[in-house]
Antibody
Framework: EVQVVASGGGLVQPGRSLRLSCTAS????????LSWFRQAPGKGLEWIGF??????????EYAASVRGRFIMSRDDSKSIAYLQINSLKNEDTATYYC?????????????WGQGTLVAVSS | QPVLTQPPSASGTPGQTVTISCSGS????????VNWYQQLPGTAPKLLIF???QRPSGVPDRFSGSKSGTSASLAISGLRPEDEADYYC??????????FGGGTKLTV
């Protein structure tokens, strides 16, 4: 069974950093690109970024709203991807999801998991 | 403001067919594929349609997607009470990267 689970969220003060993890199982992790998404409380979905497989250099794409503060990486030996969030802002408060990507669109994530809540507040 | 435009709400009765629209522009839907998600209350989104009209394994064929020009549609036939959820369209935008619609709340 394919599973992709985001973890590492919590209550964080503005300006601090946080690293989220995305742990996968049930498929060959290294064969897939991964996207991160988020959803603010009561709001719609937002794409944050995409990290390609190692076969494509594990290169990344970021949404303009997070570029420069968010950093994605992956460790295929552990089937884990990471999202480093720096200089946290109140507007980063959201549930964060990761998903493997299918098809040709980086916003086509076929397994999201339950997400991890990041709350930014002083 | 979401880049893709969806109606905020839609409704139907059991057994009916409901269609949800998603309008974009030449830089997103007009030149890239469209994907659709279903989000039941309190749960993570579920991919219903990718690459305009492809269903992931396990998604019933009551759900279908189409695209024409800079617009796309999700059709749900044989509507069931359990289809009551929020539905989102998503696409790649050549200028802005990944973009979503604001979501459509379907009431059955």
């Amino acid at each position: 069974e394919v599973q992709v689970v985001a973890s590492g969220g919590g209550l964080v003060q503005p300006g601090r950093s946080l690293r989220l993890s995305c742990t996968a199982s049930g498929f060959i992790f290294g064969d897939y690109g991964l996207s991160w998404f988020r959803q603010a409380p009561g709001k719609g979905l937002e794409w944050i970024g995409f990290i390609r497989s190692e076969a494509y250099g594990a290169t990344t794409e970021y949404a303009a709203s997070v570029r420069g503060r968010f950093i994605m990486s992956r460790d295929d030996s552990k089937s884990i991807a990471y999202l480093q969030i720096n200089s946290l802002k109140n507007e980063d408060t959201a549930t964060y999801y990761c998903s493997r990507v299918v098809g040709i669109s980086v916003v086509a994530g076929d397994h999201w998991g339950q997400g991890t809540l990041v709350a930014v507040s002083s | 403001q979401p880049v893709l435009t969806q109606p905020p709400s839609a409704s139907g009765t059991p057994g009916q067919t409901v269609t949800i629209s998603c309008s974009g522009s030449s830089s997103n839907i007009g030149s890239n594929t469209v994907n659709w998600y279903q989000q039941l209350p309190g749960t993570a989104p579920k991919l219903l349609i990718f690459s305009n009209n492809q269903r992931p394994s396990g998604v019933p064929d009551r759900f279908s997607g189409s695209k024409s020009g800079t617009s796309a549609s999700l059709a749900i036939s044989g509507l069931r009470p359990e289809d009551e959820a929020d539905y989102y369209c998503a696409a790649w935008d050549d200028r802005l990267n990944g973009v979503f619609g604001g979501g459509t709340k379907l009431t059955v």
